[in-house]
């Protein structure tokens, strides 16, 4: 569904991807861990395209993902963004920031995009938080109704850009356990996390990337247990 090839991208001088490749399957969970400052956000940016590339390709379902062209609108729908700090619209009721996509950006009709609404705020634990507004809730309910928000588009694909590093510690179980259960649905999600456990529990691959490279990828039970490099075995270290 998603394949990154080669792809290069500098800011400036500097050059911070630098040739990385993989791909996603449908219904695949691929999670990104990696060092602050590694590339992983830009790869993300890069694949919905909200950043340009240098070089390389990035095709999603065989067409290429160029944020200059307007087939890019279309790829945006399908790829929704989780980031690691929610971006809801503060002065918009849960139920307004869940509707907002489909009504502004697909043409849905109001009252059938507040039933979609509706019902994916029942799926993450928020059906009694529809009329409150973002600074009401605790950072897990803003990142809950973000994930029901991206979920409204009905993507394709969701990519997470650290969506549990902004919460207190007791607040990213319930959001893990959102993001579980779209997994065991057959969602397919690109994940980066700090979350070694639920990378180990959930993902069907790990990437660890570092100075905008991928030094080992594999699956969780070989690279979090086992890993071959001496940088990912030094980097598990640290964070574990
Ligand atoms: P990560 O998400 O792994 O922490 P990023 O993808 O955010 O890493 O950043 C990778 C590198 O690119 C870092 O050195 C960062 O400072 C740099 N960078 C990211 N965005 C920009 C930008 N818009 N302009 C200049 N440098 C940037
Ligand atoms: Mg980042």
Do not use: W
């Amino acid at each position: 569904m998603i394949k990154v090839d080669d792809i290069h991208k500098s800011f400036g001088a500097v050059e911070v991807i630098k040739g990385v490749s993989f791909e996603v399957k449908q219904g695949e969970v691929v999670c990104i861990i990696g060092p602050s400052g590694s590339g992983k956000s830009t790869i993300l940016r890069c694949i919905n395209g909200l950043e340009t590339y240098d070089s390389g390709t990035i095709t999603f379902d065989g067409r290429k993902v160029d944020p200059s062209d307007k087939s890019i609108v279309g790829i945006r729908t399908q790829v929704s963004m989780v980031f690691q700090r929610f971006n809801l619209f503060p002065h918009r009721s849960v139920l307004a920031n869940v509707t907002e996509g489909p009504i502004q950006v697909k043409g849905e009709k109001k009252a059938a995009a507040e039933a979609m609404a509706v019902e994916l705020l029942e799926k993450v634990g928020l059906a009694n938080k529809l009329d409150a507004f973002p600074e009401n809730l605790s950072g897990g309910q803003q990142q809950r109704v973000a994930i029901a928000r991206a979920l409204a588009m009905r993507p394709s694909a969701i990519l997470f850009d650290e969506p549990t590093s902004a919460l207190d510690p007791e607040l990213v179980g319930e959001v893990l356990t959102v993001m579980r259960d779209l997994a065991n649905e057959g969602m397919t999600m690109v994940v980066v996390t700090h979350e070694m456990g639920f990378a180990r529990e959930v993902a069907d691959r790990v990437l660890f990337l570092e100075s905008g490279g991928i030094v080992e990828e594999g699956p969780p039970k070989e690279l979090l247990r086992n890993p071959r490099h001496e940088r990912t075995q030094d980097f598990l270290h640290r964070v574990i």
